[in-house]
Nanobody
Framework: QVQLVESGGGLVQPGGSLRLSCAAS????????MGWYRQAAGKRDLVAAV??????NYADSVKGRFTASRDNAKNTVYLQMNSLKPEDTAVYYC???????????????WGQGTQVTVAS
């Protein structure tokens, strides 16, 4: 089965940095867009997305502070978060559109979520 495993969340002071990682595994033929969402008060919003050729898209609230990247050889997407603010506090979820090897169907998968808390 396809799995997305995240790591790198935690507690950081305002102005600090964190790097999130998300590795996809399990019966993968190909991966399309990979991205990060966050959920703070019920609604899950897009933070950043990276296409298979490296094009990126960011939420306005994180532009200039966050950088999304991916390593296709490792099926891994990263989110470098700098100049963190208290309002960045949320559970961050990895997301990927994956073509499964067993049935050759595209589907969307989610990681389990990792907590990011920005507080002094």
């Amino acid at each position: 089965q396809v799995q997305l495993v995240e790591s790198g969340g935690g507690l950081v002071q305002p102005g600090g940095s964190l790097r999130l990682s998300c590795a996809a595994s399990g019966g993968i033929f190909s991966i399309g867009t990979m991205g990060w969402y966050r959920q703070a008060a019920g609604k899950r919003d897009l933070v950043a997305a990276v296409t298979s050729v490296g094009s990126t898209n960011y939420a306005d609230s994180v532009k200039g502070r966050f950088t999304a990247s991916r390593d296709n050889a490792k099926n891994t997407v990263y989110l470098q978060m700098n100049s963190l603010k208290p309002e960045d506090t949320a559970v961050y979820y990895c997301n990927a559109v994956i073509l499964r090897r067993d049935n050759m169907k595209w589907d969307t998968y989610w990681g389990q979520g990792t907590q990011v808390t920005v507080a002094s």
